[in-house]
């Protein structure tokens, strides 16, 4: 699996827009950025993915860079329940990749 | 909303003795997963599991562990005789393709003594 790097911390304000960065230099034509994120004390949660172009959904946005050597996780409006670690992973889904490889992730603190 | 569930929450056992944790997955799924995540390291993939086989395991699933669906909504995973590292949450994971995204439960605590 391809490897990816992010910041260990980050930190925001609550009510204010987050930018988790993400950085695959390594990323195949085949892989498909993930984003997961862990709430203290429960399990791993799916936020969004993208292949090439960007993403919205009802959680976040994807940004992917144009040579998708990085992308960008878009929090438009942050809330105390955003606070988590999130993670970018790589899946190869046309070679039918199914375990998720996890890293240390970004640990997100929300300010209030 | 359908999620995936896990009991018991928090299991303590004795150094050598089996456990079983359990698993319901979301019932139209057909992929399921363990990982472990071991007090302030990574989440670790363990064993994923489809059409009543493993498809794939990592190199901490050794003969210890087994994985078994032994009827049509429970996934288990049993430890034979455990060990002091193998304290950690463990969590069951479940999707209804193996492109599609993955389904956490909240988590089992194994505690060894």
């Known amino acids: 699996d391809a490897k990816t790097t992010q910041p260990n911390s980050m930190e925001s304000n609550e009510e204010e827009p987050v930018h988790l960065p993400c950085n695959h230099s390594?990323?195949?034509?085949?892989?498909?950025i993930h984003w997961y994120r862990q709430l203290p004390s429960q399990g791993p949660e799916y936020v969004i993915h993208?292949?090439?172009s960007n993403v919205n959904n009802r959680m976040a946005s994807l940004a992917i860079a144009e040579d998708r050597k990085s992308s960008t996780l878009i929090l438009h409006r942050a809330t105390l329940r955003d606070a988590a670690v999130y993670y970018c992973?790589?899946?190869?889904?046309?070679?039918?990749?199914?375990?998720?490889?996890f890293g240390q992730g970004t640990r997100l603190t929300i300010n209030p | 909303e359908p999620e995936v569930t896990q009991t018991p929450s928090h299991q303590v056992t004795q150094m050598g003795q089996e456990v079983i944790l359990r698993c319901v997955p979301i019932?139209?799924?057909?992929?399921f997963y363990w990982y472990r995540q071991i007090l302030g390291q990574k989440v670790e993939f363990l064993v994923s599991?489809?059409?009543?086989?493993?498809?794939?395991k990592s190199e901490i699933f050794d003969d210890q562990f087994s994985v078994e669906r032994p009827d049509g909504s429970n996934f288990t995973l049993k430890i034979r005789s455990t060990k002091l590292e193998d304290s950690a949450m463990y969590f069951c994971?479940?999707?209804?393709?193996?492109?599609?995204?993955?389904?956490f439960g909240p988590g089992t605590r194994l505690t060894v003594t």
């Open positions: 992973i790589l899946r190869d889904l046309i070679q039918g990749a199914q375990k998720l490889v």
């Open positions: 599991f489809y059409n009543n086989e493993i498809s794939e």
């Open positions: 390594t990323i195949s034509g085949t892989d498909y």
């Open positions: 994971a479940s999707s209804e393709q193996q492109i599609h995204e993955q389904y």
């Open positions: 019932s139209n799924h057909l992929y």
């Open positions: 993208g292949l090439t």
